[in-house]
């Protein structure tokens, strides 16, 4: 479960969920539970739910109690139009979202990029705001951890429970924003595949689903042959980048110090004698 703050819109709860086959049709009652800590709530994973409201074959208990649940709760399910699981008794979408208070235009698919039974599903929710698509966040803990022992204490005798709910909330506050301001977004490091590596890709993906819905030898054979092949493919590709890298070095500009340093970070300090 993860609360994220944006700058012009409310918090949204962005929580990940399973439930089992086996579990109850009382699975809700953990559902209510969830959404009670944030008015917005984005809840995906997977249901183990089947209904025909998102374009299942066949509904099952645990369908029927969570679209009846979404419509006396008016929480909206958002679910792609192509099946999000395979096996060998057929293809379904179990991996969906429920969402509340969250009104938005949103687009929802079933990645088939990824080799497991399992597709990813990407939501999008329009909410006109700026995305770090391709930056990540870099904490630098040194700096957190100078600045949190620099923060003044304070002392703290709690007279009630309100009071303790104060002082977590100053707590968290406080530590949150050491650790945004410490910090800095830094550009996500792009690894360009070639059109080879890619049509591999898809080749293993399409080979494990047809091993995993036949069960054939033959079919899982084909499969690990087209895997080690993808392998191979990868550790050339990564062999090459350095490669490439290390003749680009310079001595002239410090980029050759600037490696060593990068290299020296990954060993251990050798003990003294």
């Known amino acids: 479960m993860l609360i994220a703050n944006f700058h012009t819109l409310a918090p949204i709860n962005f929580i990940s969920i399973y439930v089992p086959p086996s579990a109850t049709i009382e699975f809700t009652l953990d559902i209510e539970k969830l959404v009670s800590y944030n008015a917005a709530t984005f809840i995906a994973g997977d249901y183990n739910a089947k209904h025909r409201h998102w374009n299942c074959n066949k509904a099952n208990k645990l369908g029927n109690q969570l679209f009846s649940f979404a419509q006396h709760t008016k929480m909206n399910i958002l679910a792609p139009e192509t099946p999000t699981r395979f096996d060998p008794r057929g293809s379904t979408i179990i991996d969906i979202a429920i969402t509340r208070h969250l009104n938005y235009a949103s687009t929802v698919n079933s990645e088939n990029e990824l080799s497991s039974d399992h597709l990813p599903v990407r939501y999008w929710l329009d909410t006109n705001t700026a995305t770090y698509t391709n930056k990540i966040f870099g904490p630098n803990f040194k700096k957190y951890q100078e600045t949190i022992i620099q923060n ?4 703290f005798d709690p007279q009630n429970g309100a009071d303790i709910e104060m002082e977590i909330w100053r ?5 949150l924003e050491a650790f945004s301001d410490t910090g800095k977004w830094v550009s996500k490091r792009k690894e360009e ?9 898809k080749m293993r993906n399409k080979l494990k689903k047809i091993a ?29 980048r350095q490669r490439e890298v290390i003749e680009n070095l310079n001595p002239t500009d410090g980029s050759v110090w600037q490696h060593a340093k990068k290299s020296l970070k990954h060993t251990s300090k050798c003990p003294l004698s």
């Open 152 to 155: 003044s204490t304070t002392q």
């Open 212 to 240: 995993q819905i036949t069960q054939d030898p033959r079919d899982k054979n084909l499969f690990n042959r087209a895997q080690n092949h993808f392998r191979k493919l990868h550790a050339e590709a990564s062999e090459k």
């Open 171 to 175: 707590f968290t506050a406080e530590h």
């Open 193 to 201: 595949c070639s059109a080879v590596i890619k049509q591999q890709t």
